[in-house]
């Protein structure tokens, strides 16, 4: 059970917040990407920018389809799902 000093910013990136294990996890997965499949880093930090500004991210996930935004953003096809289809 977390306490009130624990418990995570809800308005957060995985990367930014203190679960370290789930966050290693996600990194992982991007890192372990097809090269053809993954996004350019800069467009990747930029589309990570935009979802920081979201007032729909909520712990590192997406609120509009539920996914892991650090995992989206790191796909080249994906695209913001949210109405205002940040990118």
């Known amino acids: 059970m977390m306490t009130e000093t624990q418990r995570r910013c809800r308005k957060c990136l995985l990367e930014?917040?203190?679960d370290q294990?789930?966050?290693e996890k996600i990194r992982r997965t991007v890192e372990q990407m097809?090269?053809?499949v993954r996004a350019e880093e800069a467009e990747y930090r930029r589309r990570?920018?935009?979802c920081r500004?979201?007032?729909r991210l909520l712990a590192g996930m997406c609120?509009?389809?539920?996914c892991f935004?650090?995992?989206r953003a790191a796909n080249k096809n994906s695209f913001?799902?949210?109405e205002q289809h940040r990118w």
Do not use: A
């Open 80 to 82: 913001c799902p949210g």
């Open 63 to 66: 609120r509009v389809c539920g």
């Open 48 to 50: 990570l920018e935009q």
């Open 69 to 71: 935004v650090e995992i």
């Open 16 to 18: 930014d917040t203190d």
């Open 34 to 36: 097809d090269p053809d």
């Open 53 to 55: 500004q979201c007032d």
């Open 21 to 23: 294990t789930l966050y």
